[in-house]
């Protein structure tokens, strides 16, 4: 019997590790299987508070830590369409979205299971075909985890139409499964799948930090100061990508009173902050406010009678706010709370 067992544990070991070689050969050879597609946050639910276009979930994860969770009308719910204070929901964010370095932590979520079964879990990445599989496995971008279908599992779009094409691969999936394996990397036979969307893209081979770069455009997006809704001209985004945001809305909303001085297309906040149009010599306290790099700061500019300031370097660096930024549809400066790195 001792003999017997010894045999078995040998054969289970040789077979987990031959399952790890698979995939660490494939992390050898191609960086993007450590990085996946999504990434997770787990929490109870606190407060859910409607905001512009949006919903904030406020939760707490299992170690009492506070985040936010972002969720709009993309968002999909692959379980109840709505979260209440109590529940246990997870939200799944793209791995590399930008996120302000700001406490509480912020996550525009692309997928949230709320609702979801106890013997029901949810797995959210993108799709590729895992060389050396002969039983037809997707394995995850992330490489820790592959599903395959069957005759019994629903397969879907986000609106609830059946998916027929029948290509997943380089596709954007949340899997729906119950039991699976322990193995490396975790395997299962998927109950249902959602395509997320459309889209399909190939596996690159190239560095993953660099093809990753993702660029926003906040050209019109709401402004908000302290979380109120500001009354403003639209801001703007440049050729290099600087969001500039109209100076006057925004800092009477902080309690600044701005004087514009046509002569010299200068404008004063009180007594403490000037600027002039064309000039990046923004001054605080009489004092040019230089960058610690050396280099120049975007001028501000007149445009359409409106003056426009760069949103981060005026509003962080020359008024020492502590935050200003865009993020999930919206520029938001503060003026308390800690500053954002």
Avoid: C
């Amino acid at each position: 019997m001792k003999k017997a067992l010894s045999i078995l544990l040998a054969a289970g070991m040789l077979i987990a590790a031959t399952t790890g070689m698979a995939v660490a050969t494939e992390n050898e050879t191609n960086p993007w299987r450590e990085l996946p597609y999504y990434l997770s946050i787990t929490g109870t639910v606190v407060s859910v508070e409607e905001l512009v276009d949006r919903s904030r979930i406020i939760i707490e994860d299992e170690h009492g830590n506070p985040a936010h969770l972002y969720v709009n009308e993309n968002t999909v719910f692959p379980f109840a369409d709505k979260a209440k204070a109590g529940d246990t929901v997870t939200g799944f964010y793209l791995a590399n979205a930008p996120m302000p370095l700001i406490w509480p932590p912020r996550y525009n979520i692309a997928v949230l299971a709320a609702g979801v079964p106890d013997d029901i879990n949810v797995k959210v990445d993108r799709f590729y075909d895992w060389e050396g599989s002969d039983e037809g496995y997707l394995l995850a971008q992330g490489g820790a985890f592959a599903f395959k279908v069957d005759e019994n599992t629903e397969i879907v779009l986000t609106n609830g139409d059946d998916f027929s094409d029948g290509d997943y691969v380089g596709r954007r999936i949340a899997v729906i499964y119950d039991v699976s394996t322990r193995s490396i990397p975790e395997l299962t036979t998927a109950k249902k799948i959602i395509v997320l969307y459309e889209d399909i893209m190939a596996l690159p081979d190239s560095d993953p930090v660099s093809d990753l770069d993702y660029v926003i455009d906040a050209t019109g997006w709401p402004i908000l100061v302290d979380g109120a809704l500001v009354d403003a001209p639209a801001a703007y985004q440049t050729d290099n990508v600087v969001i500039m945001v109209p100076l006057r809305a925004i800092a009477e909303k902080l309690g600044w009173e701005v004087k514009w001085h046509g002569a010299t297309k200068t404008v004063t906040l009180g007594d403490e902050f000037s600027l002039t149009i064309g000039d990046p010599n923004y001054k605080a306290g009489g004092v040019v406010v230089k960058k610690t790099d050396g280099t120049i700061p975007p001028v501000p500019v007149l445009r359409n009678g409106v003056t426009y300031v760069p949103l981060v370097w005026f509003f962080r660096d020359v008024m020492d706010l502590p935050n200003a930024y865009a993020f999930e549809g919206q520029i938001e400066i503060h003026s308390e709370g800690e500053r954002m790195e």
